[in-house]
């Protein structure tokens, strides 16, 4: 009930193409979806991020899909740069005890070529 | 200022020393999170103290001890850790946990690299 999945575990893009990394959820409680974005030896960096009333959510060249019904939601890196090349995790959270529980998925290593 | 100050940023350490990890944060946040990370693996929630009192303990061995001596600053103790235990710990903190808190950003420290021999 708590797991969040997400696929592909690793994606290589050429520069300038469109990055697409897929999560889904099961526990409905959820009710806040963060991507972060982590590079070696750092910490992860909140990305962008969206609520379950909203379909899409769009910040510079990164959007969030995200489809209630079928309890799934993705990232898209439009005009993919070798800058982008870092490891990103998909996020669920729910308001638990006081704080915010966040639930991983498993993480993508994307690879953009020049 | 969206900053999450972590000390140090390596430790080694052997399997009978007792030593400690620092957190820091300003943004006036009232949550602060302890993550364990290992390689190629997501974070993985150890403790969140909320209002200064340890609310989740995710069944950490006790040889780690969380301790938040105030809003701003988050320790955590170590002693006579494992090799398995060497990753890289995380701090995280978040506005509120109250109040629609699951809408919260939690924010990310760099992290501290451990090693244990």
């Known amino acids: 009930q708590q797991q969040v999945k997400q696929s592909p575990q690793s994606l290589i893009v050429q520069k300038g193409g469109i990055s697409i990394i897929n999560c889904a959820y099961e526990n409905t409680a959820f009710d806040y979806f963060p991507w972060y974005q982590q590079f070696p030896g750092k910490g992860p960096a909140l990305l962008i991020a969206i609520r379950p009333d909203v379909s899409e959510k769009k910040e510079g060249r990164f959007t969030i899909s995200f489809n209630k019904s079928a309890k799934q939601f993705s990232l898209h890196i439009m005009d993919s740069q070798p800058g982008d090349s870092a490891t990103y995790f998909c996020a669920a959270s729910r308001a638990i005890q006081g704080a915010q529980k966040l639930v991983f998925g498993q993480g993508t290593r994307l690879t953009i070529n020049p | 200022d969206t900053e999450v100050t972590q000390t140090p940023k390596h430790l080694v350490m052997g399997m009978t020393n007792k030593k400690s990890l620092k957190c820091e944060q300003h943004?006036?946040?009232?949550?602060m999170y302890w993550y364990k990370q290992k390689a190629k693996k997501p974070p993985e929630l150890m403790f969140v103290y909320s209002y200064e009192k340890l609310s989740i303990n995710e069944s950490v061995p006790s040889r780690f001890s969380p301790e938040c001596p105030n809003s701003s600053l988050l320790n955590l103790h170590l002693h006579a850790l494992q090799p398995e235990d060497s990753a890289l710990y995380l701090c995280?903190?978040?506005?509120?946990?109250?109040?629609?808190?699951?809408?919260?950003?939690?924010?990310f420290g760099p992290g501290t690299r451990l090693t244990v021999l």
């Open positions: 943004m006036g946040h009232r949550a």
């Open positions: 995280a903190s978040s506005r509120s946990g109250l109040a629609g808190g699951g809408t919260d950003t939690q924010y």
